[in-house]
Every structure is written in structure tokens, then in C-alpha cells.
T-cell receptor
Framework: GAVVSQHPSRVICKSGTSVKIECRSLDFQATTMFWYRQFPKQSLMLMATSNEGSKATYEQGVEKDKFLINHASLTLSTLTVTSAHPEDSSFYIC???????????FGPGTRLTVT | AQSVTQLGSHVSVSEGALVLLRCNYSSSVPPYLFWYVQYPNQGLQLLLKYTSAATLVKGINGFEAEFKKSETSFHLTKPSAHMSDAAEYFCAVSKTGGGNKLTFGTGTQLKVEL
């Protein structure tokens, strides 16, 4: 099956700093990438959908200025959490798809801890 | 709008027993339905999916699910539980083949006991 990687797998940052998370599709071209957030013992909440070369579409309630998403190529999307605060601590998971009719493949997730 | 309800946030079975995880959906269009498994601190792995073909869908690791339109259900089953099946399971619905927005249920934690 297709492989999606995320980097870093874990990151600890201080409050007020920014952190970037990378999501890569390793063996296919991902026209669409999704970013999810998962709190402990809870389900995945879609944050935004990004299509290569265009602006991301954010879900209601997600601050686009705080969670910057870039999908500059067909194999890479980045999520930057700007001015992070402890409440941003969470498990962030990306997924990638070759298109609406195709399967969505998930990355292994990134554990963000803001101190 | 689409939604998924998973009944039972925790299910416990004995090793070798039947696994039944429940999922009911709501969709204004013919749905595409998915079951994913998540092991601790990992991403999601697709177990199986229903995409309007056969109503009984077989997936990996011996799991299967049956789409029942009249009951708006897509329950996940496995005849004989194994210790390695212990994980979190999510049911999800989409309007298309899965490369589109997925709406997830709240998840069911499966515990397998000796």
C-alpha cells in the first residue's frame, strides 16, 4: 500500500514558539492532503483540507492564522502551529489521497507537547 | 450532512470469542463507509471499506463488515478475537471513495482478554 510519513514523530516546544510538521507521500502523488487533530481517547477531528497549489480549506472553528498549511508539491504538505500554547498540545495526523475517488492514507502522527 | 455513531466506547472480549463493533451512519447521499484501526501513538490503518459494491466486505486480519441500508448500519465483526486485535477502532463515512473528507465516529476501544 501507499506510504505517508510524518516528521517529526514527537516534538516539544516552548509556549510562544512555532513548530512545523511535515507530511510526505512517499510513493504516490497526493493531490489532496488532510490534517487531523486527535485529543487523548478521542476521535479525529478534521482541521483542514489542502489541494496542491491552492489554499487550504479550514473546518469551522479552526484558526487559519494559527495553523498554517502549505501544500507546495504533490508529495509534501506542512502544518505550522504558530505561537503555540499548551492547549495546542495534541496528536496531529495527516493523510493523503491521489484524488476524491481514491483511498486516503494516513501518516503515523506527530505528538506535539507545548510547555 | 453525514455522521457516524459508534455504540460502545469500550468493548471487551475473550481471546477466541466473536468480535462485534457497532457502527450506524447517517448520510444524505449513498455513503462510502470505512473501518480503521489505530494502535497506540500511531496513525490509522484501513481495515476495510464499502464502496457500493458487495454489501459484505472482507478486510484485513480476518475482519469483515456488512452494509445494511435498511438499518443504516455497518458493523464490524471477526469470528475469533486475537490478542493482537486490541486497539482503537474507528468507523468513518465519506461521500466518495475516501479521498474526500471523512467523518469519523468517536471510536471503540477493543480489549481482548485471555
Amino acid at each position: 500500500g501507499a506510504v505517508v510519513s510524518q516528521h517529526p514523530s514527537r516534538v516539544i516546544c516552548k509556549s510562544g514558539t512555532s513548530v512545523k510538521i511535515e507530511c510526505r507521500s512517499l510513493d504516490f502523488q497526493a493531490t489532496t492532503m488532510f490534517w487531523y487533530r486527535q485529543f487523548p481517547k478521542q476521535s479525529l477531528m478534521l482541521m483542514a483540507t489542502s489541494n496542491e497549489g491552492s489554499k487550504a480549506t479550514y473546518e469551522q472553528g479552526v484558526e487559519k492564522d494559527k495553523f498554517l498549511i502549505n501544500h507546495a508539491s504533490l508529495t509534501l504538505s506542512t502544518l505550522t502551529v504558530t505561537s503555540a500554547h499548551p492547549e495546542d498540545s495534541s496528536f496531529y495526523i495527516c493523510s493523503a489521497s491521489a484524488g476524491a475517488a481514491y483511498e486516503q492514507y494516513f501518516g503515523p502522527g506527530t505528538r506535539l507537547t507545548v510547555t | 450532512a453525514q455522521s457516524v455513531t459508534q455504540l460502545g466506547s469500550h468493548v471487551s472480549v475473550s481471546e477466541g470469542a466473536l468480535v462485534l463493533l457497532r457502527c450506524n451512519y447517517s448520510s444524505s447521499v449513498p455513503p462510502y463507509l470505512f473501518w480503521y484501526v489505530q494502535y497506540p501513538n500511531q496513525g490509522l490503518q484501513l481495515l476495510l471499506k464499502y464502496t457500493s459494491a458487495a454489501t459484505l466486505v472482507k478486510g484485513i486480519n480476518g475482519f469483515e463488515a456488512e452494509f445494511k441500508k435498511s438499518e443504516t448500519s455497518f458493523h464490524l465483526t471477526k469470528p475469533s478475537a486475537h490478542m493482537s486485535d486490541a486497539a482503537e477502532y474507528f468507523c468513518a463515512v465519506s461521500k466518495t471513495g475516501g479521498g474526500n473528507k471523512l467523518t469519523f465516529g468517536t471510536g471503540t476501544q477493543l480489549k481482548v482478554e485471555l
